[in-house]
């Protein structure tokens, strides 16, 4: 109980002098403000980007990727550059997609892209951000490939019975 009283004084006298409240509870608060506000700030990751072939798939996945606004994407001129920027902090992961990824795409086999990246939360954050992209790229071109095989198929359908004498269903919905 004696110890309550000794603090209780001691906060007393600290709160009769103004310059007292000022240095304990306004000055810590306003340099946490300033210096918050001048280090402080928006952080958007950066995803170097190396593009070893071309083609349809390519451009895709990279405008897929340009589209998120969490990450700034970059191109290097090679994997090198690549892996130099990634290791120097310039980018916070990068991605290389490999010369053969349009034609293996194209032919319906699997084909891996190369991630580079440290262990820190923001490269595993990119990491997730280019799974999901990948995914959906290859889940919409497999659906536009279904859609293209289920459009010629009726197209044959109709071929067909137009050969056979039935009426064209020129207005059928694909």
Do not use: C, H
């Not at 001048?38 to 451009?59: H, N, W």
């Not at 056979?164 to 919905?173: I, Q």
Request: hydrophobic residues 45%.
């Amino acid at each position: 109980m004696k110890a309550l009283r000794i603090a209780w004084n001691s906060v007393r006298r600290m709160l009769r002098e103004p310059s007292n409240v000022f240095f304990v509870f306004i000055f810590p608060m306003l340099l946490i403000i300033v210096l918050g506000a001048s280090f402080g700030g928006d952080f958007t990751p950066r995803l170097g980007i190396v593009e070893a072939g071309e083609g349809p798939f390519t451009t895709s996945l990279v405008e897929r990727l340009r589209t998120d606004d969490g990450m700034k994407i970059e191109t290097a001129a090679d994997v090198a550059e690549l892996n130099d920027r990634v290791q120097r902090g310039r980018f916070e992961a990068g991605l290389i997609i490999p010369a053969g990824y349009d034609e293996a795409l194209s032919a319906g086999t699997a084909v891996q892209v190369e991630f580079l990246g440290t262990n820190d939360l923001t490269s595993q954050q990119i990491r997730a951000a280019i799974d999901a992209a990948v995914t959906e790229e290859n889940i919409g071109w497999a659906a536009v490939e279904a859609r293209g095989a289920e459009t010629e198929a009726v197209r044959q359908a109709t071929r067909a019975g137009a050969e056979a004498g039935r009426p064209e269903a020129g207005d059928v919905a694909v």
